[in-house]
């Protein structure tokens, strides 16, 4: 490519043409090209996870322009899992963890990262379900630690508490100074979560470092650890949420900006995880923690973003997500010739139906509404008409919610 160039400069010279080299563009130009060389992968929903590392450094080695150019490469994945051979993956999937053999191949990994790229902003790993060890995970941490304008780290198949350790051992060495966004989803990767929340000791220790993650970090980054599968998981396996909740509250009172978030549908997520078992008195807790956002925090509770979709745009209001919680129960109750016979008998989800109709009145009296104009891309049809049949027909159903219906604002 080079010899191409400076032949091409010859050429220009002698027709008296000006001479543009590829070393004499800007920077950023150059890094703009290497990410349009190197598209990143998208997931559903719009989840980007950036292209191989070794994508950026194979063009980078094209010239040295470019290779200065992938300094400004702003989104970068470890790609490490997606390099290893079928067997040994397959050997890491069965114990949870890659073993200590691998210490050296993530050690080169993110010492090429931390000197290659200096301008990476969005930082992602994981997602294939076999973790990387606790000397692993620091090395990673350190490694996006190593970016000084990093505001998006994302960690899916870390170690949980190694993790939390090197993240805080980092915001007290004053690095992670511009994160925005800290994602840590099913860290640790299923299996190891599971052994955690099977043994008391590894629970107590797990709790104590997110405990301790939440109380170094912004507020807002905060709330995004709290709201965490492993979070509500390990604190619910020992029934601590007043816990959670007193943790939630002060979080607020320091700070933490709700009226920018899906907050309710945080919350969603978390009641997805509701079971047979749930005690009555955790529905009564985040009953109260729904009416203290709405009543004392005036969080608005109709806020949501518009998506894009290859059908057109739409949006899902606070409400929707709750009565979409009562339809994902309902299917686990009725039989019919789909799906088989039903999965759960109706009287043990009944202390979920009737928490769900509690929080959908509650966000009613304060103002919220889920019509045909909210949605955007609503079409009525037999579920929403089965919806509203099924809450007009139960007891706990209040005057507000049946004129909800009757007006329209209660649409699924």
Known sequence: MDRLVRQRQRDARRSGRAVTS????????????VKYACPYEHRGYGTCVGPYMATFLRVGCTNRGFLEAVQQVELLRVDVMDR????VYIAARSHGFLDARWDGVVARWCDIASRRFRNVRRFSEGGRGTGFSPTQTKTIVDCAASFPNLEELVLYDCEIVSSCVSIVANVRRGNFRHLRR??????????????????ESKRQIANFVIRELISQVPPDLGVEVLMMESTHRLLGKDHEWDLWASTFLDLVSR????RSRRIFKDLVSIYDYFTVATPPARFDMHYNLVEQLLAVHRIDPNYCEVAEAPWGRFRRPPLYHFV??????????ESDEEYGPAQEDPVALEPRFR???????LLLRHGARCSSADLLDFDPGDEDEAMKEWFLARPDCTQR????????DLCY
């Open 84 to 87: 290893i051979g079928r067997e």
């Open 355 to 361: 928490f769900y109709m509690r929080v959908i009145d």
């Open 255 to 258: 700070g933490a900006d709700l």
């Open 401 to 408: 919610i049946r004129e909800a219906i009757n007006r329209g």
């Open 182 to 199: 800290l994602e840590l989803a099913a860290c640790s990767g299923p299996m190891n979560l599971n052994e955690i929340m099977a043994t």
């Open 324 to 333: 979409g919680l009562i339809a994902t129960g309902r299917m686990m109750i």
């Open 22 to 33: 590829i070393s004499s563009l800007p920077a950023e130009l150059l890094g703009s090209i």
